[in-house]
């Protein structure tokens, strides 16, 4: 079993910066990526951005140059890092732990982000 803790996010002026992390405890072997996703009000939950375990990343063209995402093998860890944030980043931000089976697929709490204008 893998329990995802989320943690960072909060409140933010537009063209600032937060980071969110995002830690897997419990038997993480079958993990192969991490992904964040984001909901933001009366919208559908979107995917922001992805790392495997080889370091390969995407991103959804909203947040391409603005937002990276990174792994720290050492703790465990997933940040996503975002800069020059724009009110429509507003959002409930989760966190995904996934592998290749069904089975292994762990959702963090989700935290919320806001960026006023």
């Known amino acids: 079993q893998v329990h995802v803790m989320q943690s960072g996010g909060g409140l933010v002026q537009a063209g600032g910066s937060l980071k969110l992390s995002c830690a897997a405890s419990?038997?993480?072997?079958?993990?192969?990526?991490v992904g964040w996703y984001r909901q933001a009000p009366g919208k559908e939950r979107e995917l922001v951005a992805t790392?495997?375990?080889?370091?390969?990343?995407y991103y959804a063209d909203s947040v391409k140059g603005r937002f990276t995402i990174s792994w720290d093998n050492d703790k465990n860890t997933v940040f996503l890092t975002m800069n020059s944030q724009k009110p429509e980043d507003t959002a409930v931000y989760y966190c995904?732990?996934?592998?290749?089976?069904?089975?292994?697929?762990?959702w963090g709490q989700g935290t919320q982000v806001t960026v006023s204008s």
């Open positions: 995904n732990a996934k592998g290749i089976t069904m089975t292994c697929d762990y």
């Open positions: 419990g038997d993480t072997t079958c993990i192969s990526a």
């Open positions: 790392i495997s375990t080889r370091g390969t990343t």
